[in-house]
C-alpha cells in the first residue's frame, strides 16, 4: 500500500513568519511530487510540483525533495492570513497520484 | 477558461436511488480521474482513465461504475446509492500520456449525501 504521510495540523503561524510543511512518502519508484492548496469547502489547487532533489522557489514558495529519505516539504515565507488553507501533498505512481490526509495552516494576523 | 466542470455541485439521494455524476475537461488532457474526499480520510481515488477508451480501478472502486465518453468527458455512476458514499466527489484531468507525472487540476466538486 502506498502512503503518503502527513501531520494534521493545524500548525500555527504568526503572520510574516515562515510555514514548514512536511510530508514522507513510501513508494520509492515515485518520481514526481506535487504540493496543493485546499480552502475549506473548495477544489484544491496546485501551487508546486518537483521532480528533482533539492530546492525549487516560486515566489514565496519553496518546495524541497529528498528522494534518499523519501522527504518532501513545503516553506512558506512571508505566510499570510489568506494562505490559512489545507495543503496537501501527493506523490505520482505509475499511474495515478497518492495524496497525503493534508495539514491545515493557520497563520493569525 | 472552463477547465474541468462538474455537475451537479449538490446532490441529495435516497438510499437504493441511482444517479450519474459528470464531468468534462476542455484542456485536451488525456487522462482523468474520479476521487472521493471525506473527512479525515483525505483524496481517495475511485476509478481513472489514463487514456481515451480505457478505465480503471482506484483505490475505493467498490459501488461505482465509470465511462469515458470521449477523451472530454468521465462520468461517474452510483447504481444503488448508500449512506456511505456520501462525500464530495472531484473530477481531475491530467496532460500528457503519462498522467500523474503531471499535475491534475480539479474540478469544483459535487457535495453527495445519500439518507
Known amino acids: 500500500q502506498k502512503e503518503v504521510e502527513q501531520n494534521s495540523g493545524p500548525l500555527s503561524v504568526p503572520e510574516g513568519a515562515i510555514a514548514s510543511l512536511n510530508c514522507t512518502y513510501s513508494?520509492?519508484?515515485?518520481?514526481?511530487f506535487f504540493w496543493y492548496r485546499q480552502y475549506s469547502g473548495k477544489s484544491p489547487e496546485l501551487i508546486m510540483f518537483?521532480?528533482?532533489?533539492g530546492d525549487k522557489e516560486d515566489g514565496r514558495f519553496t518546495a524541497q525533495l529528498n528522494k534518499a529519505s523519501q522527504y518532501v516539504s513545503l516553506l512558506i515565507r512571508d505566510s499570510q492570513p489568506s494562505d490559512s488553507a489545507t495543503y496537501l501533498c501527493a506523490a505520482a505512481g505509475y499511474s495515478t497520484l497518492t495524496f497525503g490526509k493534508g495539514t491545515m495552516l493557520l497563520v493569525s494576523p | 477558461n472552463a477547465g474541468v466542470t462538474q455537475t451537479p455541485k449538490f446532490q441529495v439521494l435516497k438510499t437504493g436511488q441511482s444517479m450519474t455524476l459528470q464531468c468534462a475537461q476542455d484542456m485536451n488532457h488525456n487522462s482523468m480521474y474520479w476521487y472521493r474526499q471525506d473527512p479525515g480520510m483525505g483524496l481517495r481515488l475511485i476509478y481513472y482513465s489514463a487514456s481515451e477508451g480505457t478505465t480503471d480501478k482506484g483505490e475505493v472502486p467498490n459501488g461505482y461504475n465509470v465511462s469515458r465518453l470521449n477523451k472530454r468527458e468521465f462520468s461517474l455512476r452510483l447504481e444503488s446509492a448508500a449512506p456511505s458514499q456520501t462525500s464530495v466527489y472531484f473530477c481531475?484531468?491530467?496532460?500528457?500520456?503519462?498522467?500523474?507525472?503531471?499535475?491534475?487540476?480539479f474540478g469544483n466538486g459535487t457535495r453527495l449525501t445519500v439518507t
Open positions: 518537483i521532480y528533482s532533489n
Open positions: 481531475a484531468s491530467s496532460g500528457g500520456l503519462t498522467g500523474p507525472n503531471s499535475p491534475l487540476h
Open positions: 513508494d520509492r519508484g515515485s518520481q514526481s
